[in-house]
C-alpha cells in the first residue's frame, strides 16, 4: 500500500517544523487586524494574559493594564453574561464557540462584537474578535430606508389604484359622451 503524498514521518526534524508552524500562527495571530484575548484558567477562574495589538486598536484601551486581572474584573460588561462559564468551559475541555453578535458595554467600551473563541492548549484559550458596530449600524439603516421604500411603494399603489379607477371612469364617461353623440 502506497503512502499518502503528504504524510509526514514523526522525526526531531518534523518536531522541529511543527514547532516553526507554532511559532507561525503566534506570529499571525499578533498581527492579525482581528482582536485576540489570551486567557488562562487558574484554580477555576479564567485570567487575562495578553492581547495582540488589534485588540487595543479595536477597544480604544491598553490591555497591558489588564494583565493579570480575572476575565469580570479585566471586563465588568461580560460579569452577567455567560461568556465567562463559556469561556472557562472551553479553557477546561477544549472545544470552540461562536457568536455573530456579542453586545458589550462598560464604562470604557460599547459595541458589537462577532466572536471566535477556542482552547490553545488545556487550561489555556483565545477568544478571536471583530468590531460589528458599524455593520449594525448600516444593517439599520438600511433596514430603515426599506421600511421607507416598502411604504412609498404601499403609496403609488394605492395611488395606482385611484388612478385605475378614475381611468376606468372617464372610459365610461367617454363611452356614454360617444353613444350621446352618435344618436
Request: net charge positive.
Amino acid at each position: 500500500m502506497k503512502k499518502p503524498k503528504y504524510s509526514t514521518p514523526a522525526t526531531p526534524k518534523n518536531k522541529l517544523l511543527r514547532s516553526d508552524f507554532l511559532k507561525q500562527v503566534a506570529g499571525f495571530i499578533r498581527n492579525s487586524p482581528i482582536g485576540a484575548h489570551y486567557y488562562e484558567l487558574i484554580d477555576g477562574i479564567l485570567v487575562f494574559r495578553g492581547a495582540n495589538n488589534s485588540a487595543d486598536s479595536i477597544l480604544n484601551i491598553k490591555h497591558a493594564e489588564l494583565l493579570g486581572l480575572s476575565i469580570e474584573e479585566a471586563f465588568p460588561g461580560l460579569s452577567d453574561t455567560m461568556i465567562p462559564d463559556i469561556y472557562k468551559e472551553i479553557a477546561r475541555k477544549g472545544g470552540t464557540w461562536a457568536s455573530d453578535e456579542i453586545p458589550y458595554k462598560d464604562h470604557k467600551i460599547e459595541s458589537n462584537f462577532r466572536v471566535n473563541a477556542f482552547q490553545t492548549s488545556p487550561g489555556s484559550m483565545l477568544a478571536m474578535f471583530t468590531d460589528i458596530s458599524a455593520l449594525r449600524r448600516i444593517e439599520s439603516a438600511l433596514m430603515q430606508k426599506n421600511e421607507t421604500l416598502l411604504s412609498i411603494e404601499e403609496e403609488l399603489r394605492k395611488k395606482n389604484e385611484e388612478l385605475q379607477h378614475l381611468n376606468e371612469k372617464l372610459r365610461q364617461q367617454n363611452a356614454e359622451r360617444i353613444k350621446t353623440y352618435n344618436l
